[in-house]
T-cell receptor, first 113, second 114 residues
Framework: DAMVIQNPRYQVTQFGKPVTLSCSQT?????MYWYQQKSSQAPKLLFH???????NEADTPDNFQSRRPNTSFCFLDIRSPGLGDAAMYLC????????????FGPGTRLTVL | AQKITQTQPGMFVQEKEAVTLDCTYD???????LFWYKQPSSGEMIFLIY??????QNATEGRYSLNFQKARKSANLVISASQLGDSAMYFC???????????FGAGTTVTVRA
C-alpha cells in the first residue's frame, strides 16, 4: 500500500545531542511537510518542501533543519535538542490539487533527557 | 487571528449516538477547502472528510458528514452511530488556495462511552 513512513517511531536523545528523524513516501507527492505537535495541541508546521524548494515557517527555530535528497525522502535534523523540543514530529505529504488532503505518517515521538 | 476555531475541548458521547463537533473559520478568500482529521492516541492523523468552498452539497463519507454553512463560516462534523473506536482527538483544518498549507484548529477530544 502507498504510504508515509516515519523512522524511528520513538527516539530518545540527550540534551544537546543532534538527532535526525526520517520520513519516506511511496505516494510520489510533490509536497512534504514536517510538523511538531506537543501534547493536546494542534500540529505546528515547521517547514515544507515543494519538490526541491524549501519553505521555512517564520517562527521555526534555527535549531531545526531539513533535507530532501529526492522525492521519496525527507529528513528533520535537530541540531541541539532542548527539553522544549520533546514532542511528536509528524511528516505529511500532498499533491497540490484543490481537493487533495495531506497524508500523514505515524509520527516520531521524541524524548529529550 | 485564529483561522480555525474549535470551541469544544472535550466531549462525551454514548455509543450508537450521533455527535456534532463545531468548527468555525475565518477567511476572506473565496476559494478554500475545509478538512477534518482524526487523531487516535497512537498519534497518526487520519483524513476523514473534505468540503470545498464551492461545493453546493454537504460532504458525506460513511458515518461522517459535514454541515457546511458558508454564510456563517462554519463546517461542523457530524459522526453518526458513534463507536468506541471513534474515541480520539478531532481537528478541523482549512486550506486557502492557491496555498497548500493547512491551518489547524485546537482540536476536540471525543470520548465514546459504552
Amino acid at each position: 500500500d502507498a504510504m508515509v513512513i516515519q523512522n524511528p517511531r520513538y527516539q530518545v536523545t540527550q540534551f544537546g545531542k543532534p538527532v535526525t528523524l526520517s520520513c519516506s513516501q511511496t505516494l510520489n507527492h510533490n509536497v512534504m511537510y514536517w510538523y511538531q505537535q506537543k501534547s493536546s495541541q494542534a500540529p505546528k508546521l515547521l517547514f515544507h518542501y515543494y519538490d526541491k524548494d524549501f519553505n521555512n515557517e517564520a517562527d521555526t527555530p534555527d535549531n531545526f533543519q531539513s533535507r530532501r535528497p529526492n522525492t521519496s525522502f525527507c529528513f528533520l535534523d535537530i541540531r541541539s535538542p532542548g527539553l522544549g523540543d520533546a514532542a511528536m514530529y509528524l511528516c505529511a505529504t500532498s499533491r497540490v490539487d484543490h481537493r487533495d488532503e495531506q497524508f500523514f505518517g505515524p509520527g516520531t515521538r521524541l524524548t529529550v533527557l | 487571528a485564529q483561522k480555525i476555531t474549535q470551541t469544544q475541548p472535550g466531549m462525551f458521547v454514548q455509543e450508537k449516538e450521533a455527535v456534532t463537533l463545531d468548527c468555525t473559520y475565518d477567511t476572506s478568500d473565496q476559494s478554500y477547502g475545509l478538512f477534518w482529521y482524526k487523531q487516535p492516541s497512537s498519534g497518526e492523523m487520519i483524513f476523514l472528510i473534505y468540503q470545498g468552498s464551492y461545493d453546493e452539497q454537504n460532504a458525506t463519507e460513511g458515518r461522517y458528514s459535514l454541515n457546511f454553512q458558508k454564510a456563517r463560516k462554519s463546517a461542523n462534523l457530524v459522526i453518526s452511530a458513534s463507536q468506541l473506536g471513534d474515541s480520539a482527538m478531532y481537528f478541523c483544518a482549512m486550506r486557502e488556495y492557491p496555498d497548500y498549507k493547512l491551518s489547524f484548529g485546537a482540536g476536540t477530544t471525543v470520548t465514546v462511552r459504552a
